[in-house]
């Protein structure tokens, strides 16, 4: 039996597959992705000059009308509900612990807290607006929306040149 060295044991890379997988998932297709697309399907290489355009261009991804249906203004009335809620629901799974613990039975060791169980019955009720999160998320998320740290700048990548905003943030020497 033959030994085959490990580099040829490997597939080529489906540039086409990737491409199509970016596009579907709403992501940019680079320019050597469209530039292995191409040499792919006519397979043979392009000339240097096509490949240095080619390898330089971007195509951005399509962008849709409208806010994505989990982001944004629904998300912020979706915390105002949970903000109005939450207490009542707090002092409910506080005072059913403790009449647990007044009638001796004790509370399990895996049980949560009080708050993590009022936040899981609010996804439970409003899981059309959070979608599947667990309990700590939705409290990190609500803890975060009200200190104003969840609309904040720093979260923001709204650029579409992330190279420029590579730059921005760590600049050469």
């Not at 039996?1 to 199509?20: E, H, N």
């Not at 940019?28 to 261009?57: H, K, M, N």
């Not at 895996?110 to 607006?129: C, F, N, T, V």
């Not at 998320?141 to 921005?168: K, P, V």
Request: glycine fraction near 6%; aromatic fraction near 8%.
């Amino acid at each position: 039996m033959p030994k085959i060295p490990f580099s040829s044991q490997v597939l080529p890379i489906d540039y086409l597959s990737w491409a199509q997988t970016d596009i579907k998932a709403g992501k940019p297709v680079s320019g050597e992705t469209l530039l292995g697309v191409i040499e792919q399907s006519i397979q043979q290489q392009l000339p240097d000059t096509v490949r240095d355009i080619v390898g330089r261009a971007l195509i951005p991804a399509v962008k849709t009308r409208g806010r994505p249906i989990k982001f944004g203004a629904l998300l912020d009335f979706a915390l105002e509900k949970v903000d109005v809620r939450y207490p009542a629901l707090l002092r409910y799974e506080q005072r059913k612990k403790d009449r647990l613990l007044k009638s001796g039975k004790g509370v399990a060791r895996g049980d949560y807290s009080p708050s993590l169980l009022a936040y899981e019955r609010l996804l439970r009720h409003m899981k059309y607006e959070f979608g599947p999160k667990t309990p700590e998320a939705l409290r990190n998320m609500h803890s975060a929306w009200r200190n104003g740290r969840f609309h904040s700048q720093e979260n923001c990548t709204d650029s579409e040149d992330y190279d420029a905003e590579i730059e921005l943030l760590f600049p050469a020497p």
